[in-house]
């Protein structure tokens, strides 16, 4: 059971916006910052987000974070083929003292 | 140019120890949160251990008291010294830059424990 709560799962068809969610508690995304992750099976993760809504270079305007009390949503907007991977949010959590991932999201292209 | 190049994985028995590391180029290890993240065999990301700029660490409770993060920082180098190895340690192993904000990222090397 993961400290942050994503859905398991996520479609759309090209050029559809799709969200994902990430739901946290008082001890992580309410007061420290969500980074979101995508991974595609057999390759190194990449940092999407930072910092709620941070892209870092080279990550399209496509995706886009926010972060209201303890949730967190990634967007992706115009999707493409190649947005099919799994999304992982991220966060420190102070009671645990430590970073904790959400238990990810595989969004399918359809 | 930021390079993270992963080695030491391998197939060990339950019970063993094995030490992974993670050689790194384009930047300095000591000056730098440094993390580990595994993922098992159809599982999520899972934060396993780091350290901090300051020398301090953290390590998720899965592997406390059995895992070791640490630096040799004339190599620029990190490692995780991994003992009392289980098969649910069973994972391809990434070293990545940074701690929440992980950067840059290893290829990953895979520990498969099993006898």
């Known amino acids: 059971q993961s400290v942050l709560t994503q859905p398991p799962s996520a479609s759309g068809t090209p050029g559809q916006r799709v969200t994902i969610s990430c739901s946290g508690s008082?001890?992580?995304?309410?007061?420290?910052?969500v980074n979101w992750y995508q991974h595609l099976p057999g390759t190194a993760p990449k940092l999407l987000i930072s910092?709620?809504?941070r892209r870092p270079s080279g990550v399209p305007d496509r995706f886009s974070g926010s972060k209201s009390g303890t949730s967190a949503s990634l967007a992706i907007s115009g999707l493409q083929s190649e947005d099919e991977a799994d999304y992982y949010c991220a966060a420190w959590d102070d009671s645990l003292n430590g970073p904790v991932f959400g238990g990810g999201t595989k969004l399918t292209v359809l | 140019e930021v390079q993270l190049v992963e080695s030491g994985g391998g197939l060990i028995q339950p019970g063993g120890s094995l030490r992974l590391s993670c050689a790194a180029s384009?930047?300095?290890?000591?000056?730098?949160?440094m993390s580990w993240v595994r993922q098992a065999p159809g599982k999520g990301l899972e934060w396993v251990s780091v350290?901090?700029?300051?020398?301090?660490?953290y390590h998720a409770d899965s592997v406390k008291g059995r895992f070791t993060i640490s630096r040799d920082n004339a190599k620029n180098t990190l490692y995780l010294q991994m003992n009392s190895l289980r098969a649910e340690d069973t994972a391809v192993y990434y070293c990545?830059?940074?701690?929440?904000?992980?950067?840059?990222w290893g290829q990953g090397t895979l520990v498969t424990v099993s006898s």
């Open positions: 350290i901090y700029s300051g020398g301090g660490t």
């Open positions: 990545a830059t940074g701690g929440i904000t992980a950067d840059y």
């Open positions: 384009g930047f300095t290890v000591s000056s730098n949160y």
């Open positions: 008082s001890s992580n995304i309410e007061i420290n910052t």
């Open positions: 910092d709620n809504n």
